[in-house]
């Protein structure tokens, strides 16, 4: 369904700061996969994913969605297929308009957007059910600013506005990093539930080791721009955190050092 | 006397409104600071006074104001996001050209309406006074496009614009191309700015080339006082508070006149009135006087 084939991207070529942030990337995703990424920072996992949102357009390669190219493709144009959760909990939102006006700005995703009232009566309840989902009392408070949300709540809707208007990928940039571990916790199985049922397939960027075995069907760890690692749904059961370290040290002849992976990792 | 002037700040205040919406679109939903106002607000002055001169319809005359004020809107987008040029200086770029093009339009900087037909003495012979006419006719007006307004920013495409202002990487990541959005706005802002001009022209009695001096702080100096008179941030109020604003605006300018400023420092009276709520001052500067005055008595 999306395939990456040989993707190389290196920002400020030719100057003194010239940062390698993809190198020879090839990913061949089906309909369904739910891939984790693991890697320390600077391994290119957020080059990644702004190059298949179309944020960034690779040096040379190209992203194929359903045997079509659209590697110059501009992010708006993307965006009918592919929804998204950034890591910053405010930046998925617009937070001086309402619940329901963030919705029905969701809702409408990709498509040519007309003269019509966005919010109709029909609507309203379709959000209020959606928002029940949530079990965060957010189906009573439609008509209240985003702005007056929690960071977890505002994360929660983004995580349902990313995947109205049914989009086919989800992207999903360590989406719960900022969140407090009770409220990570709920979003995940939230994420579990959705995906499953619309049979979504996602990329998910995380720091946690752990959770990126736990999660999904595919794990990739990445370094210096390049997939280090591939394991696949059956082998990653018996893999643990300690197993990932060692094997990124006989790969790379290095430690893992960063301080965040390592932090969660014990 | 203050019948008059009340009567008068309110015929003004409404003749302005338009453009102050126009402003309050740009610079408080889109988020983007647009100075053409200080040109397409004359410029639709001009086109209306030269169209009604030469026996164009009043109505007529104001609809193509509109329009070439919406194409004044459009290039100072196509400045900012096609070319890449910063939005200030879009604006500053097509207010300066627009200078040209207005005292093209008028022939010379002034040009008088008097004994011509307008707006004003249409609804006047349907048995109005000039005063009853003025304020029936602007009043219509504003109350129609408030609700236009309002309800295009309740649109699919309004819920856009307004999101493109608020978060643009959100609304690109949902499919829309924030640089659509900043054109379509400027381009509808100035158009309101340039209908009000024609009204404003057709209520004194002339087109002025200086008229647009200033224009983009009296929108500000509205919205500001309209946002401090109603708080309530929905677009609804926003909006109706933006029109109180205007009529506000113009009582206390003709309130400085009262109190004896002349004329030639209003520009400056309304700089100060957009400063004063504007101005956020270093935080704790009150404190500091504060801790001044204690180390001072404790010393003493």
Redesign the interface.
Same mark, same amino acid.
């Given at each position: 369904m999306l395939r990456l084939k040989n993707i190389f991207k290196t920002y400020y070529p030719g100057e003194p700061n010239q940062q390698k942030a993809l190198a020879g990337i090839n990913l061949d995703l089906k309909q369904g996969d739910f891939l984790t990424i693991i890697g320390s920072n600077g391994a290119g996992k957020s080059t990644l994913l702004n190059i298949i949102a179309g944020d960034i357009e690779p040096d040379s390669g190209s992203v194929i969605f359903h045997g079509k190219d659209i590697t110059r493709r501009p992010a708006h144009r993307r965006a009918g297929f592919i929804g998204r959760v950034f890591q910053d909990p405010l930046a998925g939102t617009a937070a001086e308009m309402s619940v329901a006006e963030n919705l029905a700005l969701a809702k409408v995703r990709g498509q040519k957007r007309r003269l019509n009232r966005a919010i109709k009566k029909e609507s309203r309840t379709e959000f209020a059910g959606i928002l029940k989902t949530l079990g965060l009392g957010l189906e009573n408070r439609l008509d209240e600013s985003v702005g007056l949300l929690s960071g977890g709540q505002r994360q929660a809707l983004t995580l349902l506005m990313a995947v109205l208007g049914s989009p086919q990928i989800l992207l999903l940039d360590e989406y719960i990093a900022a969140l407090d571990p009770s409220t990570a916790e709920q979003i995940i199985s939230l994420t579990g539930k959705i995906v499953s049922q619309k049979g979504l397939t996602v990329f998910m960027v995380t720091h946690d080791l752990r959770q990126a075995l736990k999660t999904g069907t595919r794990t990739i760890m990445m370094d210096r721009g390049e997939i280090i690692l591939d394991i696949e749904a059956e082998k990653r059961k018996t893999l643990t955190v300690a197993d990932l370290l060692e094997r990124f040290a006989r790969l790379r002849g290095r430690e893992l050092t960063d301080d965040r992976i390592l932090l969660q990792a014990r | 006397m203050l019948v008059n002037m009340l009567t008068g700040s309110l015929e003004q205040g409404l003749a302005y409104a338009l453009m102050a919406l126009g402003v309050f679109l740009t610079f408080r939903v889109l988020n983007f600071p647009d100075l053409t106002v200080d040109g397409s607000f004359p410029l639709g002055a001009a086109v209306s006074a030269r169209l009604i001169i030469a026996g164009t319809h009043p109505l007529l005359a104001m609809l193509t104001a509109i329009i070439l004020g919406v194409m004044a809107g459009l290039l100072t987008g196509f400045l900012h996001t096609r070319l890449k040029i910063a939005g200030l200086l879009a604006g500053i770029i097509t207010m300066t050209a627009l200078y040209s093009i207005n005292l093209r339009v008028m022939g010379r900087s002034n040009l008088p309406l008097l004994r011509q037909n307008s707006l004003l003495t249409i609804v006047q012979d349907l048995g109005f006074s000039r005063m009853a006419a003025t304020l029936l006719s602007f009043f219509l007006i504003v109350i129609l496009i408030k609700i236009l307004f309002d309800?295009?920013l309740? !649109?699919? &495409? *309004?819920? #856009?614009l307004?999101?493109t202002g608020?978060?643009p990487?959100?609304? !690109?990541? &949902? *499919?829309? #191309?924030?640089q659509k959005m900043i054109i379509l706005g400027l381009g509808l802002a100035n158009g309101l700015a340039a209908l009000s001009g024609a009204l404003v022209a057709q209520y004194q009695g002339f087109a002025d080339i200086g008229m647009g001096i200033g224009m983009i702080i009296v929108g500000l100096a509205s919205v500001i006082i309209g946002e401090s008179i109603i708080r309530n941030?929905r677009i609804v109020w926003a909006t109706k508070g933006v029109i109180i604003g205007s009529i506000v605006y113009r009582f206390l300018i003709s309130s400085a006149l009262r109190l004896g400023f002349s004329p030639t420092d209003l520009k400056l009276v309304t700089a100060i009135l957009v400063i004063i709520p504007l101005a956020r001052p270093r935080r704790g500067w009150l404190e500091g006087i504060k801790k001044i005055a204690m180390k001072e008595k404790e010393a003493g």
């Open positions: - | 309800f295009f309740h !649109t699919e &495409l *309004g819920l #856009a307004r999101a608020n978060n990487r959100m609304i !690109t990541s &949902l *499919g829309v #191309a924030p941030k």
